[in-house]
């Protein structure tokens, strides 16, 4: 389901008595099971195209569908729904409920879902040892490191197996060990599922690691290439 298409995207803001451009007629086409970036300064519209793709930003026109859905057409409710099945989100600022522990935090998602609580027990326990978190599973996110509350983000983020992962600059916190460690991940998580993986950064360390990258500019599309991706991290 997580082929992406965008057609025509416009969306301004307003900030006191000035019109802000976010997207100009972006039109782009992302194949299922692609590993992109979004790259460009602050202000270049690629958090506004991440969030029109994730449903948590209308545009003004155009249309964007992910797979037979038309995510433009959609009410909240349906969007609603869309997010919670079929899209994992991961932020720079983790997101983690602060009163949860780790394992909590992965289930809660499933639990919103409907799961029954053994299943979605053992479906957190198994995610968090596979993004390499087995042990800590009781830990407050105040008892774990930035790269491990963003491990538990992510854990949350594809629990549910979505066909599609949008990440808002996941390195934006992390020191460049744990950054690389993470965009390892992404990529096994990439290979071994074949989650689309569409990720919003200013950071050139992981544009390295995206086999396609898009630049943007001013809310428009100024670049579009494809790369040979960075070889993984050396073990730890």
Avoid: W
Avoid at 70 to 98: C, W
Avoid at 115 to 139: F, S, T
Avoid at 169 to 194: G, H, V, W, Y
């Amino acid at each position: 389901m997580a082929s992406v298409s965008c057609k025509d995207l416009c969306k301004t803001f307003s900030q006191g008595d000035t019109t802000i451009t976010g997207l100009d007629k972006v039109s782009l086409e992302i194949e299922r099971g692609s590993f992109l970036c979004l790259s460009g300064p602050s202000g270049s519209g690629k958090t506004t195209l991440l969030n029109a793709i994730g449903g948590l930003d209308q545009p003004d026109s155009g249309s964007i569908s992910i797979g037979e859905l038309r995510v433009d057409q959609m009410s909240k409710t349906e969007l609603a729904e869309m997010r919670l099945h079929s899209i994992g989100f991961v932020f720079q600022a983790y997101n983690l409920i602060p009163v949860l522990s780790a394992l909590e935090n992965v289930e809660f998602v499933m639990q919103v879902q409907g799961v029954p609580a053994g299943q979605r027990r053992d479906k957190a326990m198994a995610i968090l040892a596979e993004v390499g978190l087995a042990g800590m599973e009781q830990r407050l996110p105040a008892q774990l490191s930035g790269g491990q509350q963003q491990r538990v983000a992510v854990a949350r983020a594809i629990v549910s197996e979505p066909a599609l992962v949008l990440a808002d600059e996941p390195t934006a916190n992390l020191d460049s060990k744990t950054s690389a460690q993470l965009m390892d991940l992404f990529i096994e998580l990439n290979q071994t599922r074949n989650i689309t993986f569409i990720i919003a950064t200013h950071d050139t360390r992981v544009m390295a690691y995206c086999r396609r990258l898009i630049r943007m500019v001013d809310g428009q599309i100024v670049g579009d290439d494809l790369q040979e991706p960075a070889a993984a991290a050396e073990p730890s």
